[in-house]
């Protein structure tokens, strides 16, 4: 097999040309390639787009997520964050559910993050159930791993500003253990000395529009209050399957999307809350009332979740809809962009006839209704 030698940075000509970075240059399937003294064996490609893909690789037996970013195009440090803000979490020993850093780079090419592998993400297995939505046990456990990581995230002192299920896995081994992942909209609100950064007077629309803030909607910075208000709405697609606003092209009718959130909060509230447990009502209430520099409060929000867990009577130690049910999984790897569960299953079936073998994990990069918009200065 060919194996590509990575020299660094200092030793590459200054005079490569924008057309030798083809695709065509780019590692493939097959390709061993050497990274900082470890030869990585490309195994299989899980998202191939305009400027970045993700692999699988493997190096001494072991299996990782490699991410790549071509050197040109978009100027944003998407990989950089992902690397810095990874590496913080690793070094917090409280910090679980991110995955581990293996190593970070560049070579003459591309710019490549290599991490621990985990299995297919929450919007995926949601969209392989029949009903699009998770049981009420799982959505209010998921709810809760969920918080654990953005306030993780948050003490780290970090910002996602772009909290979707799409960037929670489960665990590859334990599948009880959500991941979270994909920082590259990350920001800091916060100094290394503690002190809280100063809101600026103008901001893009960054996020994924359908769970983005009514900040971002109003082109506000963003305080860790908004991630929470993303992950509300997150909590409430996987509880109920959809959003009130989930027919809307977020390309197209993001503002209409932004009045939607705004009609949520008076007189279509119940249309937002319709089929949640009631304690839905006081966790958006808790979060409205989070001013920019306040810290939220998490236990508070946690101790709804716990209260409508045990007003149901449900046993908080319940197994993941995916435990009990784990073709699931391998189904959510057949899943199309608009989360077909019958094709899905149809797909699944066919694989499985053939006797071929399912790749039950992937890792989960970007999203296709991201957006950052440069009208307004940063």
């Not at 809760?144 to 995230?153: E, F, K, N």
């Not at 100063?198 to 971002?216: D, E, S, V």
């Not at 149901?312 to 699931?328: G, K």
């Not at 066919?350 to 999203?367: K, L, N, P």
């Amino acid at each position: 097999s060919l194996t590509i030698r990575c020299e660094p940075k200092s030793q590459l000509c200054s005079t490569r040309t924008s057309e030798m970075l083809t695709k065509a240059a780019l590692p493939s399937i097959g390709q061993n390639v050497e990274l900082k003294g470890n030869l990585y064996s490309i195994d299989s490609e899980l998202y191939d787009g305009p400027f970045s893909k993700v692999y699988t690789v493997s190096e001494s037996g072991a299996q990782f997520a490699m991410k790549i970013e071509r050197t040109v195009g978009p100027t944003r440090p998407v990989l950089k964050l992902d690397a810095l803000v990874l590496k913080q979490l690793n070094a917090e020993r409280a910090a679980v559910g991110f995955p581990r850093l293996i190593a970070a780079g560049r070579t003459s090419l591309y710019k490549y993050v290599i991490m621990e592998l985990v299995g297919p993400d929450l919007q995926r297995l949601r969209r392989a159930l029949p009903a699009k939505k998770f049981s009420l046990p799982t959505a209010l456990r998921v709810g809760g791993q969920t918080l654990d990581r953005i306030q993780s995230l948050h003490d780290c002192g970090w910002l996602c500003r772009d909290i979707k299920a799409n960037n929670f896995c489960i665990g590859r081994d334990d599948t009880a253990v959500i991941f979270m992942l994909d920082f590259g909209f990350a920001r800091r609100y916060m100094r290394e000395d503690g002190v809280i950064i100063g809101k600026r007077t103008a901001a893009g629309l960054m996020g994924t529009i359908f769970y983005a803030p009514l900040a971002a909607h109003a082109f506000s910075d963003q305080c860790r209050r908004d991630d929470l208000e993303s992950w509300f709405y997150m909590l409430i697609e996987i509880t109920t399957g959809s959003l009130p606003w989930q027919r809307c092209d977020p390309k197209t009718q993001y503002m209409l999307i932004g009045e939607w959130k705004r009609f949520a909060r008076e007189a279509g509230r119940y249309l937002l809350l319709e089929g949640c447990p009631y304690e839905y009502d006081s966790i958006l209430k808790t979060i409205d009332e989070t001013g920019y520099y306040a810290r939220p409060d998490y236990s508070g929000i946690a101790t709804y979740l716990k209260q409508a867990t045990i007003r149901l009577n449900i046993d908080p130690a319940s197994p993941f809809d995916w435990q009990v049910n784990e073709r699931i999984i391998r189904k959510s790897e057949f899943i199309g962009e608009k989360g077909e569960s019958n094709v899905a299953s149809e797909r699944l079936n066919c694989h499985q006839e053939r006797g071929e073998a399912v790749g039950s994990y992937a890792i989960h990069e970007g999203g296709e209704c991201a957006i950052e918009s440069d009208n307004i200065p940063m």
